[in-house]
């Protein structure tokens, strides 16, 4: 299908980077959308809230400046992640914040709502929706998202069980509008598998924790390097919801990766208020499977054009 304008292009690669929370800052998101790529952030990782509205207008301006000066350089566009929980007690602010400043793409998690979807759509612009399975993504597309984010087995922070492969074909059956993959995607060649799947853009997270300019802890970034699939846990005791974190650092906070608790929904929490002992993701570090394919701390200009370099190669390979 074609791609509505804010997704389509012409992007250096066809590339979402994920919004990952406390990591993903104004600066991480600017050189993501001047490397030509999707840059992405969650709204609560700006506190206090007061600060959401410099950082949209921090990365709208150095973007702004960028393309002046290199008229010829493609600056992708930013996408601002809601957290649709009733625990967000900043939801309805953040939303204002939103709609004031015209956030190109928006992408909504752990909720659906129409009322939010509307008011995207009011200034034109677009919803993307985290699912894990097909009957999210159905709910999704009745209340008025644009497209969905398939999160399938593997992939970083809340994820789902599902195999891409399975999950994306589901969609696909019912739905040609816009679908982002994301799940252990950290080499080019995988970028590349995600669209021969049905994708049209692969959601990449755990590559951009290790970048200089991810706002992550020197700890978690080399953490990521030095880690592998095997040092992936797969738990829902941290939040309430299922996700894939670091094995080192849940041992750093003094618990037994292979002998964790189970967690209740209702104890998901996205509010505002301080919490004591250990936390996702603040002490307990999200990381996709795919972190086997990082090897070192590069800035983010240097892993998009090696991210790029790897597509082109296995396009090339493909071919003969």
């Given at each position: 299908m074609t791609l509505v304008p804010a997704l389509a292009g012409p992007l250096t690669l066809p590339v979402v980077g994920s919004p990952l929370f406390i990591c993903s800052g104004p600066e991480l998101v600017g050189a993501q959308c001047r490397a030509g790529i999707i840059g992405a952030f969650p709204a609560l990782n700006a506190r206090p809230a007061a600060?959401?509205?410099?950082?949209?207008?921090?990365?709208?301006?150095?973007n702004?400046?960028?393309?002046?000066?290199?008229?010829?350089?493609?600056?992708?566009?930013?996408?601002?992640?809601?957290?649709?929980?009733?625990?967000?007690?900043?939801?309805?602010?953040?939303?204002?914040v939103?709609?004031?400043?015209?956030?190109?793409?928006?992408i909504t998690s752990l909720g659906a709502r129409t009322e939010i979807n509307d008011a995207v759509h009011s200034y034109g612009g677009i919803v993307l929706h985290d699912v894990i399975d097909d009957e999210f993504a159905r709910k999704a597309i009745d209340k008025g998202a644009d497209g969905v984010i398939a999160v399938a087995a593997g992939a970083g922070g809340h994820a789902g069980t599902q195999s891409?492969?399975?999950?994306?074909?589901?969609?696909?059956?019912?739905?040609?509008?816009p679908l982002l993959l994301s799940g252990a995607?950290?080499?080019?060649?995988?970028?590349?598998?995600?669209?021969?799947?049905?994708?049209?853009?692969?959601?990449?997270?755990?590559?951009?924790?290790?970048?200089?300019?991810?706002?992550?802890?020197?700890?978690?970034?080399?953490?990521?390097?030095?880690?592998?699939?095997?040092?992936?846990?797969y738990s829902n005791l941290f939040t309430?919801?299922?996700?894939?974190?670091?094995r080192g650092s849940i041992e750093a906070a003094g618990m037994d990766p292979d002998d964790l608790g189970v967690s209740d929904p209702s104890a998901m929490d996205f509010s505002s208020q301080a919490v004591d002992g250990p936390k996702a993701w603040r002490d307990i570090w999200g990381a996709g499977q795919g972190i086997g394919a990082i090897e070192e701390r590069v800035s983010v200009a240097a892993l998009v054009q090696s991210l790029r370099a790897q597509y082109d190669q296995a396009r090339k390979d493909l071919c003969g």
């Amino acid at each position: 299908m074609t791609l509505v304008p804010a997704l389509a292009g012409p992007l250096t690669l066809p590339v979402v980077g994920s919004p990952l929370f406390i990591c993903s800052g104004p600066e991480l998101v600017g050189a993501q959308c001047r490397a030509g790529i999707i840059g992405a952030f969650p709204a609560l990782n700006a506190r206090p809230a007061a600060l959401l509205s410099d950082w949209i207008q921090q990365i709208d301006e150095e973007n702004a400046s960028f393309a002046a000066a290199d008229p010829d350089a493609y600056v992708g566009p930013f996408a601002v992640n809601q957290i649709v929980h009733r625990s967000n007690d900043r939801l309805e602010q953040d939303m204002a914040v939103i709609v004031e400043h015209q956030v190109p793409i928006v992408i909504t998690s752990l909720g659906a709502r129409t009322e939010i979807n509307d008011a995207v759509h009011s200034y034109g612009g677009i919803v993307l929706h985290d699912v894990i399975d097909d009957e999210f993504a159905r709910k999704a597309i009745d209340k008025g998202a644009d497209g969905v984010i398939a999160v399938a087995a593997g992939a970083g922070g809340h994820a789902g069980t599902q195999s891409p492969f399975a999950l994306v074909r589901e969609i696909r059956s019912w739905f040609d509008g816009p679908l982002l993959l994301s799940g252990a995607i950290s080499h080019g060649s995988s970028i590349l598998a995600a669209q021969a799947a049905g994708a049209d853009l692969a959601y990449v997270g755990s590559a951009f924790l290790a970048t200089h300019e991810a706002n992550a802890a020197p700890d978690y970034k080399q953490m990521i390097v030095d880690s592998t699939a095997k040092d992936i846990v797969y738990s829902n005791l941290f939040t309430g919801v299922h996700g894939n974190y670091l094995r080192g650092s849940i041992e750093a906070a003094g618990m037994d990766p292979d002998d964790l608790g189970v967690s209740d929904p209702s104890a998901m929490d996205f509010s505002s208020q301080a919490v004591d002992g250990p936390k996702a993701w603040r002490d307990i570090w999200g990381a996709g499977q795919g972190i086997g394919a990082i090897e070192e701390r590069v800035s983010v200009a240097a892993l998009v054009q090696s991210l790029r370099a790897q597509y082109d190669q296995a396009r090339k390979d493909l071919c003969g």
